[in-house]
């Protein structure tokens, strides 16, 4: 069986939370016995093609971008070639141009579309891309939520229920590199043990602003781990509000996320709209082991984070809540450990990367075999 994956982004021009669920989907599947190739748009025009953990990704040059979707037209061709290669399209949404090659293309393959979030953002131009989306919608085989959450809260996704079915990401534990003492010593070094640490691209709807006025006259450290669009504005907050336990580290290298994950007390995770829809960096707290805190916008952080057992769940948008809830942690280390390892178990239950692509696995034959029915 070979599956061909379409996202705007990849590894390596970029490695966020989807293009991580790709990967974990791919290498997983691969396992399994699938072969899996991934089409995206790049800037680099030196590598069309690379080879990334035992499945080739196929590089298409990106013209330009109008509100964050990318458009490429050698894209189209390509797309086209390799969908006539592949058994089954996985296509990941939202990506308008995606939605465009599908028709253009007269894909008629077995489709999946796995779900990863509203578009929450762009209202205007939301409007003139709704009847395209909805063709697309309508046109697919198959439409994944990434969680129950999710899909009980989407206005889009109540639409499609009848073909809609629930396969929450995953992830690999065993991939992800082992600290060395010496790397542990060295953070520890610079930013202690009991921390409170974010993780992820530094993004409007991620609530940095709320974390650091969470911050504000405490002296309980925060370590941010990312870089992004925000990252100037989010430094001048916390200039003026005169934060000296916040320490910026910027992007960091994979075993440097880990030996912070792993030396850190607790997750801090303040994104407060839905574009927020579900948290990787969230899940890999929970693979961890840690406490975690988050808000309820209705979406899969709170499928992963189920406040009083794993963390605690405060409002969006309320630094105060915020607050107490990283004072309680404090003040309570017995049950923060306790939720911590509570977290590591519905980890262990939930969302393993071998969960995620067995249930892929089945789902790719399923379309195949309802499509050669037809």
């Given at each position: 069986?070979?599956?061909?994956?379409?996202?705007?982004?990849?590894?390596?021009?970029?490695?966020?939370?989807?293009?991580?669920?790709?990967?974990?989907?791919?290498?997983?599947?691969?396992?399994?016995?699938?072969?899996?190739?991934?089409?995206?748009?790049?800037?680099?025009?030196?590598?069309?093609?690379?080879?990334?953990?035992?499945?080739?990704?196929?590089?298409?040059?990106?013209?330009?971008?109008?509100?964050?979707?990318?458009?490429?037209?050698?894209a189209l061709s390509r797309f086209v070639e390799l969908a006539k290669q592949a058994?089954?399209?996985?296509?990941?949404?939202?990506?308008?141009?995606?939605?465009?090659?599908?028709?253009?293309?007269?894909?008629?393959?077995?489709?999946?579309?796995?779900?990863?979030?509203?578009?929450?953002?762009?209202?205007?131009?939301?409007?003139?891309?709704?009847?395209?989306?909805?063709?697309?919608?309508?046109?697919?085989?198959?439409?994944?939520?990434?969680?129950?959450?999710?899909?009980?809260?989407?206005?889009?996704?109540?639409?499609?229920?009848?073909?809609?079915?629930?396969?929450?990401?995953?992830?690999?534990?065993?991939?992800?590199?082992?600290?060395?003492?010496?790397?542990?010593?060295?953070?520890?070094?610079?930013?202690?043990?009991?921390?409170?640490?974010?993780?992820?691209?530094?993004?409007?709807?991620?609530?940095?602003?709320?974390?650091?006025?969470?911050?504000?006259?405490t002296d309980i450290p925060i370590v941010i781990v990312g870089d992004g669009p925000?990252?100037?504005?989010?430094?001048?907050?916390?200039?003026?509000?005169?934060?000296?336990?916040?320490?910026?580290?910027?992007?960091?290298?994979?075993?440097?996320?880990?030996?912070?994950?792993?030396?850190?007390?607790?997750?801090?995770?303040?994104?407060?709209?839905?574009?927020?829809?579900?948290?990787?960096?969230?899940?890999?707290?929970?693979?961890?082991?840690?406490?975690?805190?988050?808000?309820?916008?209705?979406?899969?952080?709170?499928?992963?984070?189920?406040?009083?057992?794993?963390?605690?769940?405060?409002?969006?948008?309320?630094?105060?809540?915020?607050?107490?809830?990283?004072?309680?942690?404090?003040?309570?280390?017995?049950?923060?450990?306790?939720?911590?390892?509570?977290?590591?178990?519905?980890?262990?239950?939930?969302?393993?990367?071998?969960?995620?692509?067995?249930?892929?696995?089945?789902?790719?034959?399923?379309?195949?075999?309802?499509?050669?029915?037809?």
């Open positions: 069986m070979k599956v061909l994956h379409f996202y705007r982004t990849y590894y390596p021009d970029t490695f966020g939370g989807v293009e991580q669920v790709i990967r974990q989907m791919a290498v997983g599947t691969t396992r399994l016995g699938v072969e899996n190739e991934v089409l995206t748009l790049t800037r680099d025009a030196d590598r069309p093609l690379i080879e990334f953990e035992g499945h080739k990704v196929h590089r298409a040059h990106l013209n330009f971008e109008i509100a964050s979707t990318g458009f490429s037209w050698s058994d089954v399209i996985h296509y990941h949404f939202p990506w308008p141009f995606m939605d465009i090659a599908h028709f253009l293309g007269r894909i008629k393959k077995p489709s999946v579309v796995t779900y990863h979030s509203d578009i929450v953002r762009q209202k205007y131009l939301l409007k003139l891309y709704s009847p395209l989306k909805h063709q697309f919608l309508r046109d697919v085989n198959r439409i994944v939520a990434t969680s129950p959450n999710y899909l009980a809260t989407s206005p889009t996704l109540e639409l499609y229920k009848d073909k809609t079915e629930v396969i929450t990401y995953g992830l690999d534990n065993s991939i992800y590199p082992v600290p060395s003492a010496e790397l542990l010593a060295k953070w520890r070094a610079i930013v202690g043990e009991n921390f409170f640490l974010f993780v992820g691209m530094l993004r409007y709807y991620k609530g940095l602003h709320i974390l650091l006025e969470a911050a504000a006259g925000e990252e100037i504005e989010l430094k001048r907050q916390a200039e003026s509000l005169q934060l000296k336990n916040v320490h910026f580290l910027g992007a960091l290298p994979e075993p440097d996320k880990v030996a912070l994950l792993t030396l850190c007390y607790a997750l801090a995770f303040p994104s407060h709209l839905r574009s927020e829809a579900f948290g990787i960096s969230l899940l890999e707290g929970a693979m961890y082991g840690k406490p975690m805190i988050s808000s309820e916008i209705g979406t899969g952080t709170t499928y992963i984070n189920v406040a009083g057992q794993t963390g605690m769940v405060v409002p969006p948008s309320d630094p105060a809540a915020f607050r107490q809830a990283m004072e309680y942690l404090l003040a309570h280390p017995q049950e923060a450990a306790q939720m911590g390892i509570n977290a590591r178990q519905r980890y262990l239950d939930l969302f393993t990367a071998d969960k995620m692509a067995s249930n892929y696995a089945r789902l790719y034959q399923q379309v195949i075999d309802e499509h050669k029915r037809k």
